[in-house]
Nanobody
């Protein structure tokens, strides 16, 4: 059964940190990503990781602040978010892809999605 389960969201003050987790089941996924969405705006890619080699990619807006990582033994992908800003407030989604073909931040390339976890950063 395919399932992506996110956790770790919450409310934090600006400058604080949160770590999101995504436990994946069902398949071996070649690429996983974190996306976020604010009501009324398009979903945007935040970070991606190729699970085979571990290479990562980030949106410019989070480079140097966010880190995506994985624990293959636990089938889990993490998003460590530091120096959080109010503009990071969004619903964060984990996504998985078995056969990546396009750009890591293209949501159309991901077949499987979690239910989302809310991150709220107050000023």
């Amino acid at each position: 059964q395919v399932q992506l389960v996110e956790s770790g969201g919450g409310s934090v003050q600006a400058g604080g940190s949160l770590r999101l987790s995504c436990v994946a089941s069902g398949y071996t996924y070649a690429r996983m990503g974190w996306f976020r969405q604010v009501p009324g705006k398009e979903r945007e890619g935040v970070a991606g990781i190729y699970t085979g080699g571990g290479s990562t990619a980030y949106a410019d807006s989070v480079k140097g602040r966010f880190t995506i990582s994985q624990n293959n033994a636990k089938n889990t992908v993490y998003l460590q978010m530091n120096s959080l800003k109010p503009e990071d407030t969004a619903m964060y989604y984990c996504a998985a892809d078995r056969w990546p073909s396009g750009l890591w931040h293209s949501q159309d390339d991901y077949m499987y999605w979690g239910q989302g976890t809310q991150v709220t950063v107050s000023s």
